[in-house]
């Protein structure tokens, strides 16, 4: 039987793409999010900002964002990518396994909100995330770019099961919800589709 190798689109489509899914994000944070080192994702942010693809805001809160022109850019760019990897058939079934899960985990979200943080939405969670790490592995094995989310996944569940309560929901944190959240919009950005009911959050 024939292994079939892991995909690796080029670095300066993960960038875009990461900061794209964000929509602003710290070199931390896009490192997190495509798996590079920070030497290779400083080399691409300032190669898109050269190219007008993208552009860094200082303030209070710093970080890289698309500008205009890479929004227009990025799209065919992920389009050919995932041509080119052949995976967008393993993609999609993968996408419609994840929004089977979608209606549960929401529900999960507001029991574990409602109820004070209950230990009881901890364990429904491991189990939830036992289905979720199952059926994202083979897409995970076949195209690097989605190899990041079981282990971020993981470091919620790690950071949660070691008494940080803001790692299941709380916003812009690194929770489990977050990771969630940008795993959805991956999907939609890269099947090019719209949220519809059963898309839910």
Same mark, same amino acid.
């Given at each position: 039987?024939?292994?079939?190798?892991?995909?690796?689109?080029?670095?300066?489509?993960?960038?875009?793409?990461?900061?794209?899914?964000?929509?602003?994000?710290?070199?931390?944070?896009?490192?997190?999010?495509?798996?590079?080192?920070? %030497?290779?994702?400083? &080399? =691409? $942010?300032?190669?898109?900002? *050269?190219?007008? /693809?993208?552009?860094?805001?200082?303030? @209070?809160?710093?970080?890289?964002?698309?500008?205009?022109?890479?929004?227009?850019?990025?799209? %065919?760019?992920?389009? &050919? =990518? $995932?041509?080119?990897?052949? *995976?967008?058939? /393993?993609?999609?079934?993968?996408?419609? @396994?994840?929004?089977?899960?979608?209606?549960?985990?929401?529900?999960?979200?507001?029991?574990?909100?409602?109820?004070?943080?209950?230990?009881?939405?901890?364990?429904?969670?491991?189990?939830?995330?036992?289905?979720?790490?199952?059926?994202?592995?083979?897409?995970?094995?076949?195209?690097?770019?989605?190899?990041?989310?079981?282990?971020?996944?993981?470091?919620?569940?790690?950071?949660?099961?070691?008494?940080?309560?803001?790692?299941?929901?709380?916003?812009?944190?690194?929770?489990?919800?977050?990771?969630?959240?940008?795993?959805?919009?991956?999907?939609?950005?890269?099947?090019?589709?719209?949220?519809?009911?059963?898309?839910?959050?």
């Amino acid at each position: 039987m024939t292994t079939r190798s892991t995909f690796v689109g080029s670095p300066r489509l993960a960038v875009l793409h990461a900061t794209r899914v964000k929509g602003f994000a710290s070199t931390e944070a896009l490192c997190e999010m495509t798996g590079l080192d920070a %030497a290779t994702v400083d &080399a =691409e $942010t300032e190669r898109a900002s *050269a190219e007008g /693809l993208m552009a860094h805001r200082d303030g @209070r809160i710093t970080g890289w964002m698309l500008t205009p022109a890479g929004r227009e850019v990025h799209p %065919a760019e992920l389009v &050919a =990518e $995932t041509s080119l990897s052949g *995976a967008r058939e /393993l993609i999609e079934a993968t996408y419609e @396994r994840f929004i089977e899960l979608n209606h549960p985990f929401k529900v999960l979200c507001t029991e574990w909100q409602m109820t004070g943080q209950s230990l009881s939405c901890v364990g429904k969670l491991l189990t939830l995330d036992s289905s979720t790490q199952l059926i994202l592995a083979p897409m995970s094995d076949a195209v690097a770019r989605f190899s990041p989310y079981p282990r971020r996944f993981r470091v919620a569940l790690d950071r949660l099961q070691s008494g940080d309560c803001d790692a299941f929901t709380k916003p812009l944190s690194g929770s489990y919800h977050d990771v969630w959240m940008e795993l959805h919009q991956d999907f939609m950005l890269t099947l090019g589709r719209e949220r519809s009911a059963a898309d839910g959050h």
